[in-house]
């Protein structure tokens, strides 16, 4: 069994980041304790990028010395003074330390142009060889032809393998779109070896360097702007030397425009171009000369509700200015979202993760973690896409959620509200959300079918259809509706809707599964070692005996959906036949209905929530039970009870709480908090698609 993995760059620029989150992001759901190393780093105070990125990332909290062994300064004295052997010794020692603290550690190779090739050839062969690591070759294949893509794989393999090094694959990336069919079946072709070759293609928003990387590079001073607009891409550059007439012909959509402090006129033509369908949004612009905005256009500025785009000015005149920026390549941050995802939607789509894994050859983690959990959320919602509805598509996190599930492919998104506002608050944050479908209620052709049917469902209810057609009009009710009528496969909501409103309209006309009487949720409690089912926690505030007997089946199969294994604790203030009253009488008849209705579960009750989950208790009060000790589902008996202590569980013990997650319906309707965050909406999108496919699936089953 393998325990490490050394990832090499033939040469600058070949993408070795996004190679590198691919197999972080494999890893990470099947290794328990894993590792990252990098020989050598950039000199100066600053983290490493790539270190702080994947310990950011995967939450690495290992020492940050322990990830590196020397610094490009440090490496080059030693080679300087002929001590390569002293290099090697210090590489080796480091590397030993984090490893004997991991299970698995992954190594990044040195970037070409931090070791001299003059002083040593094949560094990172020698490196790997050392550490006893098998490689993984990344191939830059951008500018260059299928022929010579080809032979640079060829040969390179050659010399790796001449040097006695293992290979694990090669991954070819930054191939134009357009070839990367070509190339795959033509080394296919050629290929007579056992380890595969992976073709990545280019994406350009990876090597664009963003707004906040601009700035940092030319220490720029931010003049207006928003933290939020800075992880804006640069596609494009244009140094201003003409009149605002002809400068606007040659805008660009998230275009760089850079001028000198005393153009006025271009800050205002651009601020106004914002506002304006009939040309694209700018994503920053850089001052020059280092003279200042005069005091009218500052005041003019001043009174604008809301800044459109960064402003920087800089010392350095236009030319300079220019010059530095277009030498820039970007890189993938650990607070670019946006990148992290688009870099694992490309991996993810044309890496044949099992392949690789199987050449890696590690075994799964019995333990569960949350990150570990998070990501099986993301890979099985994507393994067979659903359409999800989102009502709230006028809320930036909706929308910032929404370009990362889009950018790693998880599902198809609707987004609804005023089709205008959304397409403003998009331009205004920098997103691309080509890929969403924005519908607006009040406008859509769908409304009066819509209309039409929730009177034909709710008349006897005495509405009348005036007042159906004012109900579809809310995004929440015409989100349901697309759901009720097969047109989204599910539908989130709640980020600024009450839970009665998210919910509302699910009780009214998708309504419960058959033989479910009551819709109930869980909380996927994330701890460091397991996930656990809490029930219910979020909407039944005091259930009867034959309600909390459905929660538990209803959790049971919401923990199978996700892969946890249900033993169903029905918890109670005692355990077995240790106490008497009322409250112990329904948790035991709930008890007996599920045994009764599903003998197939493994259930114990009553029991206390110690007993439940604590083996060595567990011994003590129920030597005998299968549950007991071991239990993964845990039925509170009200609502009070359950929302308290998944609250404190979440705060005291530092775990993740995923949910509510509704449970019962004939489709899947989930809520968020209001308080929500981007991760939130994602992970519940993501639980939703996996419900509807578990949904999807049985119906077909049964037919």
């Not at 989100?479 to 989204?488: E, F, N, Q, S, Y």
């Not at 308080?675 to 509807?692: E, K, L, S």
Request: aromatic share 8%.
């Amino acid at each position: 069994m393998l325990r490490n993995l050394y990832i090499t760059a033939i040469e600058p620029g070949s993408g070795k980041s996004l190679v590198l989150l691919g197999i972080m992001e494999l890893l990470s759901k099947r290794v328990e304790k894993l590792g990252f190393f990098r020989p050598v780093i950039h000199d100066g105070d600053r983290m490493d990028n790539d270190i702080a990125l994947i310990r950011s990332r995967y939450q690495l909290d290992c020492h940050y010395e322990w990830q590196y062994a020397l610094t490009r300064q440090e490496a080059q004295q030693f080679l300087a003074n002929g001590q390569f052997n002293e290099l090697l010794k210090r590489v080796v020692e480091t590397y030993k330390t984090l490893e004997r603290e991991c299970d698995f550690v992954v190594c990044e190779g040195v970037d070409p142009t931090n070791i001299d090739p003059a002083y040593v050839d094949n560094f990172d062969t020698q490196i790997a060889n050392h550490l006893s690591a098998p490689l993984l070759i990344v191939v830059n294949g951008f500018g260059k032809s299928i022929d010579e893509i080809v032979g640079t794989v060829r040969s390179e393999r050659e010399t790796f393998s001449g040097e006695g090094c293992a290979i694990v694959a090669t991954v070819v990336n930054r191939v134009a779109p357009d070839d990367v069919e070509d190339v795959s079946n033509t080394l296919k072709d050629l290929w007579v070896y056992s380890d595969p070759v992976f073709v990545l293609p280019e994406e350009e928003s990876l090597s664009k360097p963003t707004i906040a990387e601009v700035a940092e590079h030319l220490k720029a001073e931010i003049v207006y702007g928003e933290e939020s607009q800075f992880s804006r891409e640069v596609l494009s550059i244009k140094a201003v030397s003409m009149q605002i007439p002809n400068f606007l012909d040659h805008l660009q959509e998230g275009g760089l425009v850079i001028a000198g402090g005393d153009r006025a006129d271009v800050v205002l033509g651009c601020f106004a171009s914002t506002f304006s369908e009939n040309y694209p949004t700018i994503a920053g612009m850089i001052l020059t000369g280092g003279l200042e905005l005069a005091p009218q256009i500052r005041k003019l500025i001043n009174g604008v509700n809301r800044w459109t785009f960064p402003l920087f000015t800089v010392e350095t005149d236009t030319y300079e200015t220019a010059t530095k920026v277009y030498a820039l390549r970007g890189e993938i941050t650990p607070d670019n979202d946006r990148k992290i995802a688009s870099a694992l939607g490309i991996f993810e789509s044309y890496v044949d993760l099992g392949k690789l894994q199987e050449r890696i050859a590690v075994s799964r983690s019995n333990r569960i973690t949350p990150i570990m959990f998070e990501y099986e959320l993301i890979e099985r919602a994507r393994s067979h896409k659903q359409h999800i509805v989102l009502p709230e598509g006028e809320e930036e996190r909706i929308l910032r959620a929404s370009e990362i599930l889009l950018r790693r492919n998880v599902v198809e998104l609707t987004l609804l509200g005023n089709e205008q506002i959304i397409r403003e608050k998009i331009a205004s944050l920098g997103l691309n959300l080509d890929g969403a479908t924005i519908i607006d209620p009040m406008q859509s052709a769908w409304h009066e079918d819509y209309a039409a049917t929730y009177f034909a469902l709710r008349k006897h209810k005495g509405i009348t259809e005036d007042f159906a057609h004012d109900v579809m009009q809310d995004v929440s009710y015409f989100g349901t509706m697309m759901v009720h009528k097969d047109l989204a496969d599910g539908m989130v909501s709640g980020s600024v809707h009450t839970t009665a409103h998210t919910i509302r309209p699910a009780f009214e006309f998708i309504r419960t599964l058959s033989g479910v009487s009551i819709v109930s949720s869980v909380f996927l409690m994330c701890l460091a070692d397991r996930v656990l089912v809490y029930g219910d926690c979020a909407v039944n505030p005091n259930p009867n005996p034959q309600e909390l007997a459905d929660i538990a089946i209803s959790s049971a199969a919401t923990a199978e959906t996700f892969g946890i294994e249900p033993l169903i604790a029905m918890l109670s203030y005692s355990t077995g036949e240790s106490g008497k009253g009322a409250d112990v009488d329904k948790v035991k008849e709930a008890t007996r209905l599920v045994q009764e209705l599903r003998p197939d579960l493994q259930i114990e009750g009553p029991i206390q929530y110690d007993a439940a989950i604590d083996e060595s208790v567990a011994k003590t009060k129920l030597p005998d039970s299968k549950v007991a000790g071991r239990a993964t589902v845990f039925i509170f008996p009200d609502l009070n009870t359950g929302n308290n202590t998944y609250k404190a569980v979440q705060r005291s013990a530092n775990a993740v709480a995923i949910g509510p997650v509704l449970q019962g319906l004939k489709k899947p309707v989930n809520d968020l908090s209001r308080g929500c965050t981007v991760t939130d909406i994602v992970n519940t999108v993501a639980i939703t698609a996996i419900q509807a496919q578990a949904i999807r699936q049985n119906h077909e089953a049964s037919h």
